[in-house]
């Protein structure tokens, strides 16, 4: 194996233990011959590799959870209303036009606050909408051209 | 990151909230850690962990593990981080000056306490990480910091194997070049 293929390999494959063990260890006798390329192998480690072993991991502090916690507590969807027994369709009426009044207030008053409530809800929905999936390409190589098929 | 298992993901999928905290519990310092190693920037790595967990929890009934779980938490952090790195782009201009003086700490710090060891491994690390583009910023991250294989590392960014091999190369070709100003003569 000559130098160049040699060096080629050691900035990649070699370091990242992606090498099949017979390629290993011609490069491992190539470099007990050649000093040029050995000298490449050790400023690699000390100054490409060895520096991120250090690397710790990190722990997200506590206020990154509150505010997950708070964007997931909006509900995603209207609620349903499953009418299973005919007991329970009269306080299903009930609850029907209670809402249907809350709602309507909007449009009679104009500033209240379920007017800022529904609006609220309207500017995250459409916040979820452009944000939920955005998997913003990459410039090249297509990052994220991919994703769909983990999500069919 | 650790294992997440199947019946934790289906729970959670049903809007099981604690199933989805542990969840949280299990891959937040992977999350975390890859945003803020991307990034170098705390806050906007807090909102990137933010924006992958509510990601996650929204699409997590259409997950359907044809994919490992992993796999895709990879890939939605690394494509998030990415994002946001690339939207500042004052991040992508800063200089190499920091990197003698946090690369000459580094010799030195044998001679320092265990706290100051630390910071000037954390100074190192983020000037080395400044020398790199966003790409090849993201493969090293994946690679030396968590682990990942080619492969791995590939799927999480969407890129094949080669492309992967190629920016580790030049990623590691502008450690060297730079790194030769930090030789002492
Ligand atoms: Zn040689």
């Known amino acids: 194996m000559n130098c160049k293929k040699v060096k080629e390999l050691l900035m990649t494959d070699y370091v990242d233990g992606e090498l099949r063990p017979d390629i290993r260890s011609k490069i491992k006798e190539h470099l007990a011959g050649c000093s040029d390329c050995r000298t490449l192998e050790e400023a690699l480690q000390r100054k490409a590799v060895e520096p991120f072993r250090n690397a710790q991991k990190v722990q997200a502090p506590d206020i990154v959870w509150e505010g997950i916690k708070d964007a997931i507590a909006v509900p995603e969807r209207a609620p349903v209303f499953i009418i299973r027994r005919p007991a329970f369709s009269l306080a299903a009426v009930a609850a029907l036009i209670f809402l249907t009044i809350i709602f309507a207030r909007p449009f009679f008053i104009s500033h209240g606050p379920v007017t800022e409530y529904v609006q609220e809800q309207a500017e995250f929905f459409a916040y979820l909408d452009t944000g939920a999936n955005g998997f913003v390409n990459g410039e090249d190589e297509g990052i994220g051209t991919a994703i769909e098929e983990y999500f069919l | ?185």
């Open chain 2, 1 to 185: 990151m650790q294992d997440i298992s199947r019946d934790l993901l289906m729970q959670a999928s049903k809007g099981d909230m604690q199933a989805f905290e542990e969840i949280y519990r299990l891959a937040s310092s992977f999350v975390y850690s890859v945003a803020l190693r991307i990034i170098s920037n705390a806050d906007e790595a807090k909102e990137v962990t933010q924006d992958v967990f509510i990601k996650i929890y929204n699409n997590l009934r259409r997950f359907r593990f044809r994919s490992s779980f992993k796999t895709w938490v990879y890939r939605i952090t690394a494509n998030t981080a990415l994002n946001a790195l690339k939207k500042n782009s004052k991040e992508m201009s800063r200089r190499a000056a920091d990197y003698d003086v946090a690369l000459k700490a580094k010799d030195d710090r044998a001679t320092t306490t265990q706290a100051i060891e630390m910071d000037d491994n954390k100074k190192l690390l983020s000037s080395l990480l400044d020398m790199l583009n966003p790409d090849q910023r993201a493969c090293i991250v994946l690679r030396e910091i968590e682990g990942l294989d080619y492969k791995e590392i590939s799927r999480a960014l969407g890129i094949n194997i080669n492309t992967v091999r190629s920016r580790l190369k030049r990623a590691r070709e502008a450690l060297l070049a730079h790194g030769k100003r930090g030789d002492r003569p």
